[in-house]
T-cell receptor, first 115, second 113 residues
Framework: AQKVTQAQTEISVVEKEDVTLDCVYE???????LFWYKQPPSGELVFLIR??????QNEISGRYSWNFQKSTSSFNFTITASQVVDSAVYFC????????????FGAGTTVTVRA | NAGVMQNPRHLVRRRGQEARLRCSPM?????VYWYRQLPEEGLKFMVY????????ESGMPKERFSAEFPKEGPSILRIQQVVRGDSAAYFC???????????FGQGTRLTVV
């Protein structure tokens, strides 16, 4: 069965600090997809990124970057120079190719950025 | 280009009543998914529907819960005889196909009193 673990329940930083969110996953499939979503205090889920298991290239989008390492089954997310608007719950998720519509979410990491 | 629309945003029901949650997918999307988020937890898959068909309901409780996505109109998640444990945020997502990424609505927060 697929499983996603976000060991950090809460992280608190001061503005402009970098913050890294850990995500470790388990799957028996060789083809799978990894996701990150942001849930701000208003409650909606905002899609951030989707990566497939064959693409281990790290990705950068503005202040966000992702580090995918198959060897350690991790897909970590870093926010550089954090801002108060980054305060949210961040979810990592996994779907397997045979049921790629079905996302398994981690429990989420609450990030609080203080001014 | 409206996103996934869910209504109501907040719903309060007394124990034993019925709750009906609506989801209108994004334009051009014919695949709908429902997830439930219990307090302090991540989202859990409930059901996957295409127009007039249930594709996968492996995450749905066997009793009291049902879902439909008719040919016309929104997808409906129906919870009969609600209990306090049904209090949660219910999210709907839609996609163009089963292989493309899904976009989530803002959720319906159900409170059972």
């Amino acid at each position: 069965a697929q499983k996603v673990t976000q060991a950090q329940t809460e992280i608190s930083v001061v503005e402009k600090e970098d913050v890294t969110l850990d995500c470790v996953y388990e799957t028996r499939d060789t083809t799978y997809y990894l996701f990150w979503y942001k849930q701000p205090p208003s409650g909606e889920l905002v899609f951030l990124i989707r990566r497939n298991s064959f693409d281990e290239q790290n990705e950068i989008s503005g202040r966000y970057s992702w580090n995918f390492q198959k060897s350690t089954s991790s897909f970590n997310f870093t926010i550089t120079a954090s801002q108060v608007v980054d305060s949210a719950v961040y979810f990592c998720a996994l779907s397997e190719a045979r049921n790629d519509y079905k996302l398994s979410f981690g429990a989420g990491t609450t990030v609080t950025v203080r001014a | 280009n409206a996103g996934v629309m869910q209504n109501p945003r907040h719903l309060v029901r007394r124990r034993g009543q019925e709750a009906r949650l609506r989801c209108s997918p994004m334009k051009g999307h014919s695949h709908v998914y429902w997830y439930r988020q219990l307090p302090e937890e991540g989202l859990k898959f409930m059901v996957y529907l295409q127009k007039e068909n249930i594709i996968d309901e492996s995450g749905m409780p066997k009793e009291r819960f049902s879902a439909e996505f008719p040919k016309e109109g929104p997808s409906i998640l129906r919870i009969q005889q609600v209990v306090r444990g049904d209090s949660a945020a219910y999210f709907c997502a839609s996609s163009r196909s089963g292989q493309e990424e899904a976009f989530f609505g803002q959720g319906t927060r159900l409170t059972v009193v």
